[in-house]
């Protein structure tokens, strides 16, 4: 028998987050964010419940040849653009449209040679220091553009750095806005948490959503903007489940130590489960004694430190959880129970895009509905 480990893909929870989206955002078109491998759940597994999305956003170019493999005709997006002159090739042969951020870029379009003028994505430094132009040279950048015959329609777009947080958009919305004002083309500015938090504008099309938004993490099921607000907040589903057994069970004794370092001591008689799942699963390391767990669907914790393979759970409060007991790492478990992947995430100092990224390669996959 396999170790008992393995990770399911939800894909009615994929769709549901995904209309989630589009109701939050209900005059744009909505881009499903997929780089990274969709957030670690793999391109092909999510595609056929995110077929439904106006376009997809990526930024690996062997991620735009797996979607266009995958018979997706629709709009493409290379969120970083290229990152040589050669990728243009590629761009035309797709179809795929692509951000420019910066003048070697415009350079590289200057001097390529296409049948079909590219749809770019013009991006604006908004106050994010990452990519973009600046405000103050983003017209002359379009303007460049625009006189290449190499491109045909040039969209506008940004991205935020605080739309989770206390900081908010209004100082990069306020840039963007200026430094576009009668500039022509589609505007694409939110992500995940721009979609959900700042959804209403009362004209009924919310200024920060516009044209297109980028839906990411909202997709897999991890709020945004936690522990502000949760999943069941925002009324998302997970779209990951990582689940094992258990393949030891352990009574302690008061004084009795737990795992590598001893760093948990049993305070008086408790029973432990040993469960088949570590770091080299991508369970995070730093997930500290105490870290929200389901066995059999209810709600106990970690004890001591996550070695490679194994890691122990308090069973005190479970005296029917045995060898075999069904374990949720994080998603859905049994009985309709939940653990939302930002509750464990939380636990290990990181956040729920980490953890769904790092879903190691050891680990069957599973497409569930
Ligand atoms: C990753 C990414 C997104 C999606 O962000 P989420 O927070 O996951 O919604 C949107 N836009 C750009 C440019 C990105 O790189």
Redesign the pocket.
């Given at each position: 028998m396999p170790r008992p480990i393995e990770a399911l893909i939800h894909s009615a929870a994929l769709a549901g987050n995904l209309a989630r989206a589009r109701a939050a955002a209900p005059d744009a078109k909505v881009w499903a964010?997929v780089?990274a491998n969709a957030y670690g759940h793999g391109i092909e597994r999510v595609y056929e419940a995110l077929r439904g999305a106006d376009g997809f956003a990526l930024l690996d170019l062997a991620e735009a040849e797996r979607i266009r493999a995958l018979g997706w005709r629709g709009p493409v997006l290379l969120?970083e653009g290229c990152f040589e002159p050669r990728d243009l090739e590629l761009c035309s042969r797709l179809d795929l449209w692509h951000a420019v951020h910066c003048d070697a870029q415009i350079d590289w379009l200057a001097v390529h040679k296409t049948h079909k003028p590219h749809r770019v994505f013009l991006k604006m430094n908004s106050g994010m220091n990452r990519l973009g132009f600046t405000p103050a040279a983003y017209r002359a950048a379009w303007a460049r553009l625009n006189a290449l015959p190499q491109v045909d329609e040039i969209s506008l777009m940004t991205?935020f750095s605080d739309a989770d947080g206390l900081r908010g958009i209004a100082h990069q919305l306020a840039a963007f806005e200026a430094a576009v004002q009668d500039l022509p083309g589609e505007r694409s500015l939110a992500?995940?948490?721009a979609i959900l938090r700042h959804a209403t504008a009362g004209d009924g099309r919310a200024a920060v959503h516009h044209d297109w938004v980028?839906?990411?993490?909202?997709v897999y099921g991890s709020a945004?903007d936690f522990p502000e607000h949760d999943i069941a907040h925002w009324a998302l589903r997970p779209a990951m489940t990582l689940r094992s057994r258990l393949i030891g069970v352990q009574p302690l004794e008061r004084g009795d130590a737990v795992g590598y370092g001893s760093s948990f001591t049993a305070p008086g008689p408790m029973r432990i489960g040993i469960v088949a799942c570590g770091y080299a699963d991508g369970y995070p390391r730093h997930a500290a004694s105490g870290t929200p767990v389901l066995v059999d669907g209810v709600r106990t914790r970690t004890v001591g430190r996550v070695s490679m393979d194994m890691l122990a759970v308090d069973l005190t409060a479970l005296p029917q959880a045995g060898l075999g007991s069904e374990v949720t790492l994080w998603g859905q478990g049994p009985g309709g129970s939940r653990l939302a992947i930002d509750d464990v995430a939380q636990a290990a100092a990181t956040i729920g895009y980490e953890l769904m990224c790092a879903l190691a390669q050891r680990v069957p996959v599973r497409l569930v509905v």
């Amino acid at each position: 028998m396999p170790r008992p480990i393995e990770a399911l893909i939800h894909s009615a929870a994929l769709a549901g987050n995904l209309a989630r989206a589009r109701a939050a955002a209900p005059d744009a078109k909505v881009w499903a964010v997929v780089k990274a491998n969709a957030y670690g759940h793999g391109i092909e597994r999510v595609y056929e419940a995110l077929r439904g999305a106006d376009g997809f956003a990526l930024l690996d170019l062997a991620e735009a040849e797996r979607i266009r493999a995958l018979g997706w005709r629709g709009p493409v997006l290379l969120l970083e653009g290229c990152f040589e002159p050669r990728d243009l090739e590629l761009c035309s042969r797709l179809d795929l449209w692509h951000a420019v951020h910066c003048d070697a870029q415009i350079d590289w379009l200057a001097v390529h040679k296409t049948h079909k003028p590219h749809r770019v994505f013009l991006k604006m430094n908004s106050g994010m220091n990452r990519l973009g132009f600046t405000p103050a040279a983003y017209r002359a950048a379009w303007a460049r553009l625009n006189a290449l015959p190499q491109v045909d329609e040039i969209s506008l777009m940004t991205h935020f750095s605080d739309a989770d947080g206390l900081r908010g958009i209004a100082h990069q919305l306020a840039a963007f806005e200026a430094a576009v004002q009668d500039l022509p083309g589609e505007r694409s500015l939110a992500n995940s948490a721009a979609i959900l938090r700042h959804a209403t504008a009362g004209d009924g099309r919310a200024a920060v959503h516009h044209d297109w938004v980028r839906a990411g993490i909202l997709v897999y099921g991890s709020a945004p903007d936690f522990p502000e607000h949760d999943i069941a907040h925002w009324a998302l589903r997970p779209a990951m489940t990582l689940r094992s057994r258990l393949i030891g069970v352990q009574p302690l004794e008061r004084g009795d130590a737990v795992g590598y370092g001893s760093s948990f001591t049993a305070p008086g008689p408790m029973r432990i489960g040993i469960v088949a799942c570590g770091y080299a699963d991508g369970y995070p390391r730093h997930a500290a004694s105490g870290t929200p767990v389901l066995v059999d669907g209810v709600r106990t914790r970690t004890v001591g430190r996550v070695s490679m393979d194994m890691l122990a759970v308090d069973l005190t409060a479970l005296p029917q959880a045995g060898l075999g007991s069904e374990v949720t790492l994080w998603g859905q478990g049994p009985g309709g129970s939940r653990l939302a992947i930002d509750d464990v995430a939380q636990a290990a100092a990181t956040i729920g895009y980490e953890l769904m990224c790092a879903l190691a390669q050891r680990v069957p996959v599973r497409l569930v509905v």
